[in-house]
């Protein structure tokens, strides 16, 4: 299994509040992805990086942020969470995003927006 | 934009026995590339099968197949000898050839009956 983690697993919070989710590779993959999933949705794509500060948006990127300041460290910010943004946050890695790479997902995080 | 359309949200079939999972996707590339992930109740995304749009042949992984039919933009995959662990949500994607951005279908839960 790649080695993806994500932190935390599991968090609820309240509107309004900020909110980082993290996510740590150890197989020194340049892509990196945030996702989302919603049921009748799949994942859909938040943010990607394809190094160190370097990040592009994807189809869902209004409302969230990222950061890339290490090759192993991907984070995920929520400004101001809203109760729309209550979803399970995949974060994926790849080697290249051209050819056939494949993407290897984290565990998940669960977040919750009361 | 591409989209996927995964037009059974929900199937069951019995152990041993065969299933088709379909899938539909639109776009205007000419090489891409489409994948199967599964996912069991534990969340982990897995990759199940891939396929790279100008290969013809159809890609097969143990007791798993599709059906690429390029015109028809069709990527249906077959589960052959159902196991009880087969039982998941099953994503079909779609990757443009330079893209980083991975298109999911909104789901198909199967459930393999004993």
């Known amino acids: 299994d790649a080695g993806i983690t994500q932190s935390p697993r599991h968090k609820v919070t309240e509107t309004g509040t900020p909110v980082t989710l993290r996510c740590h590779q150890t197989e020194n993959h340049r892509y990196m992805y945030w996702y989302r999933q919603d049921p009748g949705h799949g994942l859909r794509l938040i943010h990607y990086?394809?190094?160190?500060?370097?990040?592009d948006k994807g189809e869902v990127s209004d409302g969230y942020s990222v950061s890339r300041s290490k090759t192993e460290d991907f984070l995920l910010t929520l400004e101001s969470a809203t109760s729309s943004q209550t979803s399970v946050y995949f974060c994926a890695i790849s080697e290249s995003a051209g050819e056939y790479n494949e993407q290897f997902f984290g565990p998940g995080t669960r977040l919750t927006v009361l | 934009a591409q989209t996927v359309t995964q037009s059974q949200p929900e199937m069951s079939v019995q152990e041993a026995e065969t299933v088709t999972l379909s899938c539909t996707y639109d776009t205007s590339e000419n090489n891409y590339y489409l994948f199967w992930y599964k996912q069991p109740p534990s969340r982990q995304m897995i990759l199940v099968i891939r396929q790279e749009a100008y290969k013809q042949q159809n890609a097969t992984e143990n007791r798993f197949s599709v059906n690429f039919q390029k015109a028809a933009k069709s990527f249906s995959l077959k589960i052959s000898d159902s196991q009880l662990g087969d039982t998941a949500m099953y994503f079909c994607?779609?990757?443009?050839?330079?893209?980083?951005?991975?298109?999911f279908g909104a789901g198909t839960r199967l459930t393999v009956k004993p």
């Open positions: 990086s394809y190094g160190v500060k370097d990040t």
């Open positions: 994607a779609f990757r443009g050839y330079n893209n980083n951005d991975m298109r």
